[in-house]
C-alpha cells in the first residue's frame, strides 16, 4: 500500500439530461465496463501499473480516483479507464489513460 491511501468510494454515474442517458452505456462491452469509476482505493489497472512519480519531489503519486469511458458515441482510449493521482507534498496532480 502508498505510503498515502485514500479509502475506497464507489461512485455511481447518474444522467442528468436525455442527452447523456442517450449515450450511456456499451452494448458490447462485459457488465462492469462504464461502472468502474471510483475515488480511492487502489486502480483496477488495464494494462498494468503505471503509477507516475510526482514530477517535483519524485516519489510515487497517491491514487485520487478513476472514470470509466465506455460509451456508445464518445469512448476515450477504446472501453478505457482515466486514473488520477495527486501529489500531496507538492499539489500536483497526473492522469493516465490506459483502454482494456
Do not use: K, N
Not at 455511481?12 to 462485459?30: I, K, N, R, Y
Not at 465506455?70 to 482515466?82: E, H, K, Q, S, T
Amino acid at each position: 500500500m502508498p505510503e498515502r491511501f485514500i479509502p475506497p468510494f464507489r461512485l455511481v454515474l447518474h444522467p442528468e439530461t436525455a442527452e447523456a442517458a442517450a449515450v450511456a452505456g456499451f452494448e458490447w462491452a462485459a457488465p462492469e465496463v462504464g461502472h468502474r469509476h471510483r475515488i480511492g482505493g487502489e486502480p483496477t489497472w488495464l494494462q498494468g501499473d503505471a503509477t507516475p512519480a510526482c514530477p517535483d519531489c519524485g516519489r510515487q503519486m497517491t491514487f485520487y480516483a478513476q472514470r470509466d469511458f465506455a460509451r456508445r458515441r464518445r469512448r476515450i482510449a477504446d472501453c478505457g479507464l482515466v486514473y488520477v493521482f495527486v501529489c500531496f507534498d507538492d499539489f500536483r496532480a497526473q492522469a493516465v489513460i490506459q483502454s482494456g
